[in-house]
Each structure stands twice: as structure tokens, then as C-alpha cells.
């Protein structure tokens, strides 16, 4: 009967916690996000049942004890002694089967997706990232492994938006996939095998038997795993460090069919210590392993031009040296001043007019300083922050190369996927030229 008592008792202080609205969260500590805002009301989605489900979404999420139960489960699981030090945090996710191609050198006929009318909303967009990349963590060693899983539907409107840029942009740019693994990819096989998720090398083969032969896939899970000893992923967050984008600048340059760089040729900084989208969750399980910030600044030129989504022009620089006295979780931003609507990079030093297009999520930051020396002028816009259309901005540009830039965990999401089929479909509202690289354009060619 006292048991009973007491479980009654529980609950109803938790009911009476969780109605306390003042003393909900609006971000999480843990997770270092945004937590889910409490839905606008709208008769429309009142009387399709939406608003209930936005609201339960919220309750959920910003429960005020969230966070530090967390913390208290892992210290009652240290008294009776159960290693915390090593787990898996998520992962309770369903992932579709790879269909895998039965006959060597088989034709396989390219999926289509129907392009969106537009591409979603920006907000929805980042939950569904930050979501994703918090589906399924690996922690060992005081490092997180994020592990990655298949969407058919993600990976068939991936394969739709490269089809369809690589068709419109036949004869005027070559286009390039580039796909960051997931950080897992490091672990033995025995490991990959015991934490679940879907094998990243297939998902990798299911696009490539299904793109145009018009797009260069530049694959990267041999080269990374060849030198998975090495310093390619921090340990407290998902991107790689630009030694690993550095590898994945190697192989596109083997597709392209140019030499590439020596990293000895740069000046190296070491920007210090970083603290990463995991480090919260590693720290709550024990021991964290240290991060820092190594970078190195291109030999032609460390100056750029961008433009923020108030539509400021900025001169920054590629590698900001600064970065080494900022806090410790923005450290990454210290390359291409992170995430921008617009860059824009021009070498003195090359005159002969060669030009590339970076399209690409917060992986291709580490990535686009290692392009630097190759071309006359660098575009860089993230995909995510503009609904500009992505093949009349290149066509618009002459640009020679389009290089999409992404990792497996974002680019493979349902609504990013949607995202970039939007934004180089000629059916969708993004020929309209709307946001904010349309407003800033014409300043952008005199940058």
C-alpha cells in the first residue's frame, strides 16, 4: 500500500513540475540546441489535430527536469556499477533497407522524386537536422560516434536533386557530389556491428548506380577508414576536423584530375580547445576526450567577402585566427566564418578565370579552405539559409565546377533532401529569386 502511496505521490509532483511554464527551458545544455518553441495557434491546424501534436512535441521537450534526470539516471547507474563511460545515447530509430544491386554492371534506372512547390520552412528544416544528428550517439573512450541510418525517401530525393542539377547544367558545369561519412565510420567492423545503424559504403553505392552519369560522385568511407587513426573527427562533435575534410579534398581533387596541395605548404594554426554538439552528452556519461581547433590558412589568400541573412557585407577571413581566444563551442566557426548565406573568395593569385560553387551544410566550412589555391574565384552558399534557385545563380556566375558538400547525416535527411531538390528544380518557387542572395547579388560581383 506505502508503494502505491508513493508511486501516486511521485507522479503527481511530476504533473505539477511539468505545469510550472515558467520554469521551462527554451535551450538544452545537453544537446547545445534550441529546444521546440510552443505552436501558434491556427484554426486550421486546431482542426486537423497538428496543434495537439505541436504541443505535446513542446511539453516533451522542454520538460524543466529533463536534463538533470538525465544526469541523476547515469549517476544511480554508477553506485550500482554500471559503466557509463561507454553506450549508446538515442538510436532507437527504424532504418528502411538498402536496396542492394543484385548484378555487376547492371543498369539501374535513376528514382524520381517529384520536386516540392518549395522547399520547407527553414525552422523545420534545422529541428529535422538537429534531430537527425541527435538520433543515435556512440559514446567510448570519452568520444561520441554518431551513427547513421537510411532513408529511402531521403536518399531517392538526394539522387532526384544531383539528376536534375547535373541535366540542367549539361555543357556549362560539371557537378560534384561530396558526402561526409558519419564519424562511426571509424570504429572497427566489430564495433559498426554491435552499435546498429546502416552501412554507410552502401547507401553510398545505392547513389552512385542512381546518379546521371553526368554527376562525379566523390566517394570518401576507403580513404577515411585507411586513416581512421588519425585526427578526422572531433571527438565531442559530429564534423570532421580539416585534416579529415583535407582527405576528402585529396580524392575530389583525383576525380578532377589536378594535384592537390601540401598541407605543408600552408601556415598551421592550433586555435585551442573545443567543445563540441556532444561534449555535454559524453561529460554526463564520465570522462571527455580533449578537442582543439588545428587549421591551415591557404597560401594565396586568407581574405573573403560574405554576406550574413541581414544582408551585411562583411571582409572576414577564411581561417579566422582569432577564433583561438573565442568560447570553446564556436570555435568551428573559425572556418569561412561558419555558416553563411553567401561567400565569396577571389584568389590574386589566378587569373585564368576558373571558378567553383560550394553548395553545402556546416561540413563544407572545414572543406572549402583546401580549394582556395585552385581557383580564381570561390562561391560558397549554404543551402540551408536561401531560397535562391541554385542552377540560375551558377549559370548566372559561369561557374565551371558545382560541388555539393554534405554529410551523410544531414544531406540524407527527408527535409534537406527536399531542400535541394527545391532549390535546382525550374518548377519550383525558388526561379523566382527570392531571399537573400537575390537582394545582394549585384554587390556580390563587385565583392
Known amino acids: 500500500m506505502f508503494g502505491v502511496t508513493a508511486f501516486a505521490a511521485i507522479m503527481a509532483i511530476g504533473a505539477v513540475i511539468g505545469l510550472l511554464f515558467f520554469a521551462r527551458p527554451t535551450t538544452s545544455a545537453v544537446e ?23 504541443v505535446s512535441l513542446w511539453y516533451a521537450d522542454t520538460y524543466p527536469l529533463r536534463e538533470p534526470m538525465v544526469a541523476a539516471d547515469h549517476a544511480i547507474d554508477g553506485l550500482f556499477g554500471v559503466t557509463t563511460g561507454t553506450g549508446m545515447v538515442g538510436g532507437n530509430v527504424k532504418a528502411d533497407e538498402i536496396p542492394v544491386q543484385e548484378e555487376e554492371g547492371k ?23 538537429q ?6 550517439v556512440y559514446v567510448q573512450d570519452g568520444s561520441g560516434y554518431a551513427i547513421y541510418y ?17 541535366e540542367q547544367l549539361d555543357g556549362i558545369s560539371t557537378v560534384y557530389s561530396i558526402m561526409a561519412p558519419a564519424n562511426s565510420i571509424t570504429l572497427s567492423d566489430e564495433q559498426q556491428a554491435s552499435v546498429g545503424g546502416s552501412d554507410q559504403q552502401q547507401t553510398l553505392d545505392y547513389l552512385r548506380t542512381r546518379f546521371d552519369d553526368r554527376v562525379k560522385a ?33 580524392e575530389f581533387c583525383k576525380m578532377k584530375g589536378i594535384t592537390p596541395k601540401s598541407m605543408s605548404s600552408w601556415s598551421e594554426l592550433n586555435l585551442g580547445g573545443f567543445e563540441g554538439t556532444y561534449y555535454d552528452t559524453i561529460a554526463a556519461m564520465g570522462y571527455v576526450a580533449p578537442d582543439e581547433v588545428q587549421a591551415w590558412v591557404p597560401a594565396d589568400t586568407n581574405e573573403m ?27 568551428y566557426s573559425a572556418f569561412i566564418a561558419g555558416d553563411q548565406p553567401l561567400e565569396i573568395i577571389r584568389n590574386p593569385k589566378i587569373t585564368d578565370g576558373s571558378s567553383c560553387l560550394v553548395v553545402k551544410d556546416s561540413y563544407g566550412c572545414a572543406f572549402v579552405p ?31 565546377d558545382v560541388i555539393f558538400m554534405t554529410g551523410m547525416k544531414i544531406g540524407l535527411t527527408d527535409s534537406v533532401a527536399q531542400t535541394l531538390l527545391a532549390e535546382v528544380s525550374p518548377t519550383t518557387t525558388q526561379n523566382a529569386l527570392q531571399g537573400i542572395i537575390s537582394d545582394i547579388r549585384q554587390r556580390a560581383h563587385g565583392a
Not at 45 to 50: E, I, K, M, R, V
Not at 120 to 125: F, G, K, L, S, Y
Not at 160 to 166: E, G, K, Q, S
Request: proline share 4%; no cysteine.
Open 32 to 54: 547545445m540546441r534550441n529546444l521546440t518553441e510552443y505552436p501558434a495557434f491556427t484554426v486550421e491546424s486546431f482542426l486537423d489535430g497538428s496543434y495537439f501534436t505541436q
Open 107 to 129: 543498369v539501374v534506372k535513376p528514382v524520381a522524386v517529384t520536386p516540392p512547390a518549395a522547399a520547407p520552412d527553414e525552422r523545420a528544416v534545422a529541428e529535422d537536422i
Open 131 to 136: 534531430a537527425n544528428i541527435m538520433s543515435g
Open 150 to 166: 537510411f532513408s529511402q525517401n531521403a536518399a531517392d530525393t538526394y539522387i532526384t536533386a544531383m539528376n536534375t542539377a547535373a
Open 218 to 250: 566523390v566517394e570518401l568511407v576507403s580513404t577515411i577508414r585507411e586513416h581512421r587513426d588519425e585526427y578526422l573527427f572531433f571527438h565531442t562533435d559530429h564534423h570532421w576536423t580539416q585534416l579529415g575534410a583535407y582527405y576528402a579534398y585529396v
Open 305 to 331: 567577402t560574405y554576406w550574413t541573412s541581414n544582408g551585411e557585407e562583411v571582409t572576414g577571413k577564411i581561417v579566422n585566427e582569432e577564433a583561438a581566444s573565442w568560447e570553446p563551442s564556436y570555435k
Open 370 to 400: 583546401n580549394l582556395v589555391d585552385h581557383y580564381e574565384t570561390i562561391h560558397v552558399i549554404d543551402f540551408r539559409d536561401t531560397t535562391e534557385n541554385l542552377v540560375d545563380y551558377a549559370k548566372e556566375n559561369k561557374i565551371q
